[in-house]
């Protein structure tokens, strides 16, 4: 299985903030990889698609990069309902598999 | 708008079986573009998926390794709707449950998650 690796595993930031957090494939997965943002008792919301492809209804301020094994979430300026644990999934290889999650706390 | 309703026990003896069942609205479990997953979410495990069924020209089925030898997932095309069997459960299978349409390996929807704890 492909592993995926998140980091860091939490930040601590203000409302306003630029916060750019980074995913690596343990092999190469083209850009096969999506972003998912969990809140507190809720499921995971599929934020990226294909490693940059904003899916309808996203705030623009998220965005995604990369390709190969290495990726990048970035909210440009974090706002107040942005504060939630955001996860990578790569979807090159069966079977499908996560990141172990990146949370963003209020400073 | 698609949206997967989940319900079943949330308590589980150890060596029984957990049944959980996912009712899909605005979509049809017999689709031919996407499949209809199992995810569950731990603290130790993190998010795993478990596994999927989807139709193409027939019924397919694909498990994850680590539970493929307990495992059935089934779709019932007269309550459009699907189903997870997870045998001979111990504390380690306790956590959060997920259903999940997937479309190209992406969950664009997710069911409201069910805690399933195995205790006796």
């Known amino acids: 299985d492909i592993q995926m690796t998140q980091s860091p595993s939490s930040v601590s930031a203000s409302v306003g903030d630029r916060v750019t957090i980074t995913c690596r494939a343990s092999q190469g997965i083209s850009s096969w990889l999506a972003w998912y943002q969990q809140k507190p008792g809720k499921a995971p919301k599929l934020l990226i698609s294909a490693a940059s492809s904003l899916q309808s209804g996203v705030p623009s301020r998220f965005s995604g990069s990369g390709s190969g094994t290495d990726f990048t979430l970035t909210i440009s300026s974090l706002q107040p309902e942005d504060f939630a644990t955001y996860y990578c999934q790569q979807a090159n290889s069966f079977p499908p598999t996560f990141g172990g999650g990146t949370k963003v706390e209020i400073k | ?120």
């Open chain 2, 1 to 120: 708008q698609i949206q997967l309703q989940q319900s079943g026990p949330g308590l589980v003896k150890p060596s029984q079986t957990l049944s959980l069942t996912c009712a899909i609205s605005g979509d049809s479990v017999s689709s031919n573009s996407a499949a209809w997953n199992w995810i569950r979410q731990s603290p130790s495990r993190g998010l795993e998926w478990l596994g999927r069924t989807y139709q193409r020209s027939k019924w397919y089925n694909d498990y994850a390794v680590s539970v493929k030898s307990r495992i059935t997932i089934n779709p019932d095309t007269s309550k459009n709707q699907f189903s997870l069997q997870l045998n001979s459960v111990t504390p380690e299978d306790t956590a959060v449950y997920y259903c999940a349409r997937g479309k190209d390996e992406y969950f664009y929807y997710w069911g409201q998650g069910t805690l399933v704890t195995v205790s006796s």
